[in-house]
């Protein structure tokens, strides 16, 4: 029997590895992140490969939707042929398109090597053609008219745009309005910003953010900076940006994600102690403790996710809070006198540029049962606050039902508890995640 040839037969490369990280997203149901560090493997590439793999890998996931419909558009009966093939068209019109410095003949001949390689000649001539037809388009695929042809309505059209899950264009377009609808989706399309966090308690803070604004870095929460794709420098103060972070001179966290709990900190103060409720890897919570706020008490239902967190308290300087297993909807503390942060699991739809594996996993429907969760914890965490504290509510969602609504919600639960204020990342801004956060007090 004939072996079927599949990824393995294919050289190494980017290509390869981001074949191979795709494959485990299909089968594992794990993150674009832990795919693509799977894949990456003991391979160890150098920084330089690591970068264009990673840029190619998370490129695609952003553009998966518009690939496959425009490799699909250029075939009679795309069911018929094998997955792979498919997928690989779908990389090869991503190069072509999107990637910067990838002539258009090298994206279709490498592309065509490739189907040649694993399918034969026939198949690699139909894959030519269909690269060849979509090279032909030009602009016309960036214009939203170009998808309305053959009878799809407005939302589809726009879905297929950029790159969307129909529920998202339908959801953002009802609660938003035709105008803030567009800028998000044109936010989620575009490569993500890079954010550092400076370290205050760290000697020479005040002349590494003077070098690292110099090289382009624009302000961002407490002690941030936010880096626009491409610009983020190698070295700042004459070290190496991953020499500072394991010295404690710097941390790599989202602008966004930064900037929120500046916002929440504006609107209603706290001085600790804090319960940061959903840790994760505590980002937040490190940014709060390097601001001076007390944090002694982290809890998160996964545990692997707050493993290293420990670890990142020494390096930076500070007192590593107690870590524990909590499921917030059931809290194990009864009242006291503590400021909860509650960072809550949401559908993600304020980080699709950064997070765009999660366009795979969004349903209309999920935004309901995310938000019956949500409410569950926010009220059990409203009943446990004392008299003069307060609860930072958090997303990294853009969605009324999970942001407002839920606080209002729970609002009108738990008597008692007023909300102090709400911020939501402006829609039109050109480059920072969406976040939405309310701080509430009793």
């Not at 990280?21 to 690591?50: F, K």
């Not at 950029?162 to 998000?184: C, F, M, Q």
């Not at 010295?247 to 709990?261: R, T």
Request: proline content about 6%; some cysteine.
């Amino acid at each position: 029997m004939k072996r079927v040839r599949g990824v393995a037969d294919l050289p190494q490369g980017s290509r390869r590895t981001v074949l191979e990280a795709l494959a485990r997203l299909d089968r594992d149901g794990v993150t674009a992140q832990a795919a693509l560090d799977a894949a990456l493997g003991a391979s160890s590439p150098d920084p330089r490969r690591r970068r264009q793999t990673a840029e190619l890998f998370y490129g695609y996931l952003r553009e998966q939707i518009r690939c496959a419909h425009l490799v699909r558009r250029h075939l009679r009966r795309p069911e018929t042929l094998p997955p792979l093939l498919l997928r690989l068209l779908e990389l090869g019109v991503y190069t072509l398109r999107r990637q910067d410095g990838v002539p258009a003949y090298a994206a279709v001949h490498e592309t065509v090597e490739d189907c040649r390689r694993l399918f034969g000649k026939g198949l690699a001539g139909l894959g030519n053609a269909v690269l060849r037809s979509v090279q032909r388009l030009g602009d016309a695929v960036e214009d939203v008219a170009y998808y309305r042809e053959g009878g799809a309505d407005e939302e589809l059209a726009l879905a297929l745009r950029h790159s969307l899950p129909r529920d998202v264009v339908t959801l953002w377009r009802k609660a938003y309005g035709e105008a803030d609808a567009l800028a998000l989706m044109e936010r989620s399309q575009a490569r993500p910003w890079r954010g550092v966090r400076l370290n205050p308690l760290h000697p020479g803070h005040e002349e590494l953010r003077r070098a690292l604004v110099e090289a382009g870095g624009v302000p961002c929460g407490f002690t941030g900076l936010a880096f626009a794709p491409g610009t983020f420098p190698d070295e700042a103060s004459g070290r190496g940006t991953r020499e500072l972070e394991s010295a404690g001179a710097l941390s790599f966290q989202a602008a966004g994600s930064q900037q929120v709990l500046r916002e929440l900190h504006r609107m209603a103060p706290v001085a600790g102690p804090v319960w940061d409720g959903c840790a994760g890897r505590g980002g937040k919570a490190l940014c709060l403790s390097e601001q001076g706020v007390a944090v002694p008490w982290c809890s998160d239902v996964s545990p692997g996710r707050m493993e290293a967190l420990p670890a990142r308290c020494r390096v930076l300087g500070l007192e590593a809070p107690r870590l524990f297993l909590a499921d917030m909807a059931r809290p194990p503390f009864g009242r006291g006198a503590m400021d909860i942060l509650l960072d809550v699991p949401c559908t993600g739809l304020g980080v699709l540029s950064r997070r765009p594996d999660l366009r795979r996993r969004f349903r209309g429907e999920s935004v309901e049962r995310m938000a019956l969760l949500q409410r569950a914890m926010l009220e059990a965490c409203l009943r446990r606050l004392a008299p003069g504290r307060r609860c930072w509510y958090v997303t990294c969602t853009l969605d009324p039902v999970e942001n407002g609504g839920v606080v209002r919600g729970a609002l009108g639960a738990v008597p008692g508890c007023e909300l102090v204020g709400e911020w939501t990342t402006p829609h039109g801004h050109r480059w920072m995640e969406g976040m939405y956060g309310a701080a509430i007090r009793r």
